[in-house]
Nanobody, 121 residues
Framework: QVQLMESGGGLVQAGGSLRISCAAS????????MGWYRQAPGKQRELVAT???????NYADSVKGRFTISRDNASNALYLQMNSLKPEDTAVYYC???????????????WGQGTQVTVFS
């Protein structure tokens, strides 16, 4: 059973920084693309950033230049460094991973339980 566990969320003043992490545990062949998504109250979940297994990245326009996604393939960890935070970044941040259980199999989608990030002005 694969589990994704986020950590590092919290309360931060606007303009500040925060780093959130995600650890993938369980038995599997490898994690392919991984990403961060967020959901603010009353809004749909939206993509924040994604990163492939070869570390190609993609960002939402709203976070470009402020957020940096990275990963450690050896430990199956995912990170999001968030700088110059704004109140509109307030949301629950979810980790996503496309997990390949076998070398020949198709990847399956997994989600973490989310971590709250609150930015106050």
């Amino acid at each position: 059973q694969v589990q994704l566990m986020e950590s590092g969320g919290g309360l931060v003043q606007a303009g500040g920084s925060l780093r959130i992490s995600c650890a993938a545990s369980g038995l599997f062949f490898r994690a392919n693309a991984m990403g961060w998504y967020r959901q603010a109250p009353g809004k749909q979940r939206e993509l924040v950033a994604t990163i492939t297994s070869s570390s190609n990245t993609n960002y939402a326009d709203s976070v470009k230049g402020r957020f940096t996604i990275s990963r450690d393939n050896a430990s199956n960890a995912l990170y999001l460094q968030m700088n110059s935070l704004k109140p509109e970044d307030t949301a629950v941040y979810y980790c996503n991973a496309q997990i390949q259980h076998q070398p020949w199999g198709l990847p399956r989608d997994y989600w973490g339980q989310g971590t709250q990030v609150t930015v106050f002005s």
